[in-house]
């Protein structure tokens, strides 16, 4: 079973950046891809980024290139999302997940593991 528990999230001005990590625990991650999704009120929940967690292979959405990037500290069992140029369009739960998909995973329905979510407001 997999653990995962997420940090990091608060109040930025527009402009500002923000590192949101996830801590896990549990079992090997060696064969896991590990995403971050978001969910703002009202809206479906959206892919933002993913990572595979030996080869360090990434995807991220296009209303993040450029500005978010996904890594992970294998030594440390800890994904991380750097998130810069932040807009009030980012505001959201911020969730990360684990997939035991062999390839990046983009769809929520293709993870198993979440974590409880860390909120992001960006003030414009």
């Known amino acids: 079973q997999v653990q995962l528990v997420e940090s990091g999230g608060g109040l930025v001005q527009a402009g500002g950046s923000l590192r949101l990590s996830c801590a896990a625990s549990?079992?090997?991650?060696?064969?896991?891809?590990m995403g971050w999704f978001r969910q703002a009120p009202g809206k479906e929940r959206e892919f933002v980024a993913a990572i595979t967690w030996i080869g360090g292979s990434t995807r991220s959405a296009d209303s993040v290139k450029g500005r978010f990037t996904i890594s992970r500290d294998i030594a440390e069992n800890t994904l991380y999302l750097q998130m810069s140029s932040l807009t009030s369009e980012d505001t959201a739960v911020y969730y990360c997940a684990a997939s035991n998909r062999v390839v990046l995973a983009t769809t929520p329905w293709e993870y198993s593991t979440w974590g409880q979510g860390t909120q992001v407001t960006v003030s414009s």
């Open positions: 549990g079992r090997t991650f060696s064969r896991y891809v």
